[in-house]
């Protein structure tokens, strides 16, 4: 997954503002993208670690990060992506507190839905 986030990151910041009305729309489609990914990875950061994998106890937080940097255009783009971040952590920290089957399928969830997004968004804005 970290391949598709950093391909994600560096073709986000390869892409120029446009005011057309459909680059507006577009805008939205990757702004939802964006805001959803934000969401999965901040429920990766508070998953991975509690299931055992002590050593991604930063990477999703980095990745976000990254992910910001790239997308800093505008306060309103970021103040999304942190609230989708901030609301999976903070989701999965509600109700789990140990690691169960239900949150190990969560995770193999997330992780692939996080993939198929990084893909997409690479794939349709790449161009």
């Known amino acids: 997954m970290t391949r598709y986030i950093i391909a ?3 073709v986000i910041g390869l892409a120029g503002p446009s005011h057309s009305a459909q680059a507006q729309a577009t805008n939205t489609s990757l702004d939802d993208s964006l805001s959803r990914l934000s969401e999965i990875l901040g429920a990766l950061h508070y998953l991975r670690p ?3 994998f002590k050593d991604d106890a930063d990477r999703w ?3 976000m990060q990254a992910l910001i940097d ?3 255009q505008g306060t309103d ?3 999304r992506m942190v609230a989708g971040f901030n609301r999976g952590y903070s989701g999965f920290q509600q109700t789990y507190r140990t690691c169960t089957p239900a949150a190990e399928v969560a995770i ?3 992780l692939q ?3 198929k997004i990084a893909r997409e968004v690479t794939a ?3 161009n």
């Open 50 to 52: 509690i299931c055992g």
């Open 77 to 79: 783009r970021r103040a």
């Open 8 to 10: 994600l990151a560096l």
């Open 108 to 110: 193999r969830r997330y």
């Open 70 to 72: 790239a997308e800093a």
């Open 124 to 126: 349709r804005y790449a």
């Open 113 to 115: 839905e996080g993939a």
């Open 61 to 63: 937080r980095t990745q």
